[in-house]
Structures are given as C-alpha cells and as structure tokens.
C-alpha cells in the first residue's frame, strides 16, 4: 500500500480533490483501488484478529460508518472496465501495464498477479486473444519480479488453457464458414469472380442501414478510437458556420455550429453553456445520481447492464430556475417545444460516466419499431400516450482526456465531448418512421470523466417554425387510438402533472 501510495505521489503534489480525480480518472490506479480496499482489506482484517492488533481492528471498523466502500463487485467492475478498453482502444499491453494508458503517463504500473486476474477476467468473458496477452505479459512480469507475486510455472498453466480454448474456437469458426460456402448460390460466385477479376478496392469498413452487427460493432470501435471512416470528397462538403436559427434572440449571438453529417442532420452546437452553469447541473444533480438501467427483455421493466454503465438523474423545472433556462436555450436552437409542464419532452437526464464508462450502439426512440402486442402489453400506458422521441439534444458538461465519443457506426462519424457543447439530431424521419441510420452509442472513457445532459424530445412536442412538419404515420396514429381505447377502460385520464421520466434511459 504505501509503495502504491508512493507511486501516486510521485506524480507531483496536490490537493485532495487533485489527488482523488488522479485515483479515479486513471484505470490502472482505480483498479488498484478497488483491489486495497476490497481483497487487501480483508487480508488486514484478519490480521488484526490477533490480540495485539486488537485497537488496530476497531479503528478500520470505524472507517467503513457512514462511508460507502467498494465491494468486491465493485473490483470486477473495475477489471471489465480496463478489459473492455484494452479491447476497443486496441491498447499497448507493455505501455498499459508499465503506466501509460493511451499516451498518457502515470506511475499506475500492474504487477504479474494483476496481470493475471485480468486474464482471468477476459477468459471468462470469451475474449480468448486478449486474455492471451495478458497472460502473456504476467509471464513476463513474474519473470521480472523473481516469482514474488505468482510463479511463471502458475501462469503457464493459464496461458495453456487459453491458448486451447481459442484454437478449438477459431477451428469452430472455420467448420461454421465452410458450411455457409456450401450454402452460396452459383450467381454470388460468379459475381466474386468478376469482382476479382476487375480488382476493386473493398472499403475498410462499410457505411449505410443494412449493416450487419458485427460490422456496426466493428465501426463503432474503429470511431472510439478516432479512426476517420467518411471518404474525402464527403468530409469536404462538411463546415462550421455561425447560424441564428430563425430566432429573433439568436440574431444577435449567432450559435456556433459543426456539421458532422447531412442526412440524417448530426450537428454540434459550441459553446451553449458556460462554466458557471455546468457548476451548477453538476451540483444539482449529485443527490439524484444512481446506476443507469436499460429497457428489460421484451421491452418490460427496467434492469441494470452491462450495456451501459454510468450514473444517471433526472431534473425537473421546479429543482431551479436554470433547468427552465435550459429547457428554452434546446427550444431557440431546435426550434422544438422542450416544455415539461405541458409534457413535450423529458426531465433533464444528467449522466456522469467514470472509467471504462461506456453505452452500447442503440437507438433513442422506443415505440416505432415495437409490435402491436408489444406496444398495449409492454409499454408503459403513458409512453403510448406522450408519443416516440423525435430528436435528442446531448450537452458535454466536461472535456475527457481521452476516449468518450458518442459514434454513429452507420453514419462513419463521431462526435468528441467538448465542454459546453451539444449534439443535436432527430431519431425520426418526417414521416414519423424510424431513422435506424441514427444508431449510436458512447464510447467508453479511457481517462478522466465524462459529464452530459441529454433532454430528449417527444412526439407530442409541437415545433414552433410549423405545426404540422411532422406527419405521424397512420400505423402511429392507430397505435395511439388503440392505446387511447385501452386506457380508457382501465380508467385512465391524462395527468396535467409534470412527466415522469422514461424508465428507459
């Protein structure tokens, strides 16, 4: 512990607040973290059982009233986080280990038996190659270190056992591919032939709606980590410009605007709130903060995941002046009603991601794509009632020192956490179908945190420049009339009180 402890304050001096953001914000020294208060802890306690430690014993009681401590949960938590940026940042395992997480230099190094309960980890998760490496490197490193922590005799028995499970994965992989072959019509082959033949150049990665998952997953991982996917004559057509927005108040301190994509419109509004503000949504939202949860199986209840792992809470006009503040600054720049009272839109949801905090590729809207049966069954009543979330306005409350990205795997494109920005884009066509080119997702956070608010924008929200620019398909308005009947005869009548926030977040 105390070398640990000398390694973080070799880093320079500095305050509490400096010193905790430096533990929490790195992923080796948070691992390390969980590790001293979960597994070493208890090796201290029993220690102290002894007589002598007797003062010792009740004095560590002591630390853990009224303070919250890591579980042990909490440190495989703290392992899946780095697994996962190990896995979609493609990092260095030599750098990693030594401190030096994605450029960024600490004196967070990993000791051979860390190594390994990462391996561990990634084994267990079915991520074979990675749990290869990192048995490998505890090899090294137990090499280095003389045996002290593990044996390399203990990680050779590991590293034995992954490297039979992915063979016998890889010749599983190969039987499955010669089979699908089998199964190819004459006419694809003959198309390949010629494809050869004329030796076109096959794109890297592929854009558009028809892609498969693991290709979304393939793009979403290469836009993490800030690989360019859109081809030079279409970045070119992209720009930043200075835009009123037809509003009257707008004309006279235009909002700075980027241009990620056209169709469908992605952009980012800079510099849309200010550092006092940001203060402020932070302060406001601590109280509320708690584990995020995504939409249960078959669209019913709310459950914790692993698709997303964050802290989320939701803030309402009566909290402060600033949430209504907010609410009419989405208004001006969206030119769509945001208002609660009249249930337009969606309580504020602040969400603060740590370490490894990240949100799978998923869609914003939750009705248009549901079955009929899964709609007057599933679907909470009053969703049915307030409509499908038509655009979603994304504030970064913090600059992230690396990772974060919200990417868009079928657009190519990403958009970079900048303090006091926002992204912007509607998750419907106007016709009131599904936009499915809209999927994204947040990338995980490599160091430091991530901040933001999200205020999604319903179907009922009427905009202001024209009432009628969204045409609700008649599927839509049929749902919506059956789901009207429905709750009729359950006795339900609309509430003139504030929303309720989705449970679907």
């Not at 490197?137 to 280095?144: D, F, N, R, V």
């Not at 308005?477 to 009180?497: N, Y």
Request: net charge negative; with cysteine.
């Amino acid at each position: 512990y105390l070398q640990d402890y000398e390694q973080v304050s070799a880093e320079g001096p500095a305050t509490d607040e400096v010193m905790m953001e430096r533990l929490a914000g790195n992923p080796v020294h948070a691992f390390h973290l969980m590790k001293r208060i979960t597994v070493d802890w208890r090796h201290i306690e029993d220690q102290a059982k002894v007589d002598h430690w007797r003062g010792v014993e009740e004095a560590m009681r002591n630390v853990g009233v009224g303070v919250k401590l890591p579980r042990e949960e909490d440190l495989h938590g703290a392992a899946q986080a780095l697994i996962r940026l190990h896995d979609v940042y493609n990092l260095n395992m030599t750098q990693l280990v030594r401190g030096n997480v994605w450029g960024v230099e600490s004196t967070a190094e990993m000791t051979s038996q860390d190594c390994l309960f990462m391996g561990k980890h990634s084994f267990n998760l079915g991520l074979y190659p990675r749990a290869i490496q990192w048995f490998e490197e505890a090899y090294t490193l137990a090499g280095e270190e003389s045996n002290t922590t593990v044996t390399q005799e203990q990680v050779n028995m590991f590293l034995n056992t992954a490297i039979k499970a992915y063979d016998e994965n890889i010749a599983s992989q190969v039987d499955n591919e010669e089979e699908e072959v089998h199964k190819e019509d004459f006419s694809a082959s003959l198309r390949d032939d010629h494809n050869k033949k004329k030796n076109e150049k096959v794109p890297k990665y592929r854009l558009g709606v028809d892609l498969t998952p693991p290709e979304d997953a393939a793009n979403f991982q290469a836009l993490c980590r800030g690989e360019q996917l859109l081809n030079e004559s279409y970045q070119a057509t992209l720009s930043c410009f200075y835009d009123s927005r037809d509003d009257h108040y707008l004309k006279l301190m235009p909002v700075k605007v980027e241009r990620h994509h056209w169709h469908p419109e992605l952009l980012t509004f800079h510099d849309v709130l200010t550092d006092n503000e940001i203060a402020l949504i932070k302060l406001l939202a601590q109280p509320v903060l708690a584990r995020a949860m995504v939409q249960g199986a078959q669209g019913k209840g709310n459950t914790i995941s692993n698709t997303r792992t964050s802290k989320v809470g939701w803030l309402d006009d009566s909290v402060h002046p600033l949430v209504a503040k907010i609410g009419d600054r989405i208004q001006r720049i969206s030119k769509l009603s945001t208002n609660m009272a009249s249930e337009d839109a969606e309580l504020l949801q602040v969400a603060n991601y740590g370490i490894g905090g990240h949100y799978n590729p998923h869609h914003d809207y939750l009705l248009v794509d549901k079955t009929e049966k899964e709609l007057l069954h599933n679907i909470h009543p009053r969703e049915l009632v307030m409509g499908d979330r038509i655009a979603t306005f994304m504030f970064y409350l913090s600059d992230v020192t690396r990772g974060g990205a919200t990417a868009f795997p079928r657009l190519g494109t990403a958009v970079w956490p900048s303090k006091g920005s926002a992204a912007f884009w509607f998750n419907l066509k106007k016709s009131g179908h599904a936009d499915i080119a809209t999927l994204h997702g947040a990338c995980p956070v490599v160091h430091g945190s991530k901040w933001g608010i999200k205020q999604q924008v319903d179907q009922r929200a009427r905009t202001i420049l024209e009432e009628e620019m969204w045409n609700v398909p008649g599927r839509i308005v049929e749902d919506v009339k059956k789901a009207s009947v429905h709750l009729r005869l359950k006795g339900f009548r609309p509430s003139t009180s504030k929303r309720l926030p989705s449970i679907y977040v």
